[in-house]
């Protein structure tokens, strides 16, 4: 474990309890993507299937718990809460995100590190939550101006990703044999298409303005 | 564990 590392994990723990408070305080999911949360929440589920087989330490099986938990409740809030459930934008909300599945399902088969259920599945979910955020800033984009906690649950879900690419330098400098290729080009992608966002958030930021993005 | 993938990161 590094400091980037932990940066990186504390900056999507934080990222989660943004969208927990906005939900939770607001009774309301105005403004978030459905989508991107199902798709998350099939990226937990993929990528810890070794969550009872592999014990790497109790921070690691907490904080897998804590993504797979909150992602299923969201989307469970979403979907079912009788309050929650009114506020969400269900015809803004329209992104066709199987062909994202689908395309991710094909690539993981075609490059992986090794060829078995697990990895397979790995690499999917390594794959899946590059392109997991697109819904959602497609929703950003349709839904005009976007309130604060929406828009600072999008900030730190890119961050964290940020963070890890630090950490993966960081580890090819220190660790002799270390590369994680699938990883770190996944993760180039990721933070890549963040890109535009932070530059909208940054300008609001600098103006102390409501965040806009362009339609 | 070297024949297991090492994922030890989240």
Redesign the interface.
Same mark, same amino acid.
């Given at each position: 474990m590094n400091i980037f590392r932990l940066a990186g994990d504390m900056t999507h723990l934080i990222s989660v309890l943004v969208l927990l408070l906005k939900i939770y305080a607001t009774k309301s999911c105005s403004g978030i993507s459905l989508k991107t949360q199902e798709l998350y929440a099939m990226v937990f589920l993929a990528r810890y299937l070794d969550l009872f087989s592999d014990f790497i330490s109790l921070y690691n099986t907490v904080m897998k718990l804590v993504f797979i938990g909150s992602s299923l409740a969201i989307v469970w809030c979403m979907r079912y809460h009788r309050v929650v459930r009114r506020s969400y934008d269900r015809e803004l909300d329209t992104f066709r995100y199987w062909i994202l599945v689908g395309a991710c399902f094909t690539l993981a088969l075609v490059l992986h590190e090794k060829f078995s259920f697990q990895e397979v599945f790995w690499a999917f979910s390594i794959y899946l939550e590059a392109v997991a955020i697109l819904p959602q800033l497609v929703l950003l984009q349709r839904s005009g101006n976007v309130d604060n906690l929406t828009g600072q649950y999008v900030f730190f879900l890119g961050a964290y990703r940020a963070f890890y690419i630090l950490n993966w330098i960081y580890r090819y400098l220190t660790e002799p044999r270390f590369t994680r290729w699938i990883s770190c080009v996944s993760g180039l992608v990721q933070t890549a298409l963040y890109a535009d966002f932070f530059y909208y958030y940054f300008i609001s930021w600098k103006n102390n303005a409501k965040l806009q993005l362009p339609a | 564990k070297d024949h *297991?993938?090492d994922?030890? *990161?989240?």
């Amino acid at each position: 474990m590094n400091i980037f590392r932990l940066a990186g994990d504390m900056t999507h723990l934080i990222s989660v309890l943004v969208l927990l408070l906005k939900i939770y305080a607001t009774k309301s999911c105005s403004g978030i993507s459905l989508k991107t949360q199902e798709l998350y929440a099939m990226v937990f589920l993929a990528r810890y299937l070794d969550l009872f087989s592999d014990f790497i330490s109790l921070y690691n099986t907490v904080m897998k718990l804590v993504f797979i938990g909150s992602s299923l409740a969201i989307v469970w809030c979403m979907r079912y809460h009788r309050v929650v459930r009114r506020s969400y934008d269900r015809e803004l909300d329209t992104f066709r995100y199987w062909i994202l599945v689908g395309a991710c399902f094909t690539l993981a088969l075609v490059l992986h590190e090794k060829f078995s259920f697990q990895e397979v599945f790995w690499a999917f979910s390594i794959y899946l939550e590059a392109v997991a955020i697109l819904p959602q800033l497609v929703l950003l984009q349709r839904s005009g101006n976007v309130d604060n906690l929406t828009g600072q649950y999008v900030f730190f879900l890119g961050a964290y990703r940020a963070f890890y690419i630090l950490n993966w330098i960081y580890r090819y400098l220190t660790e002799p044999r270390f590369t994680r290729w699938i990883s770190c080009v996944s993760g180039l992608v990721q933070t890549a298409l963040y890109a535009d966002f932070f530059y909208y958030y940054f300008i609001s930021w600098k103006n102390n303005a409501k965040l806009q993005l362009p339609a | 564990k070297d024949h *297991e993938s090492d994922h030890d *990161e989240l």
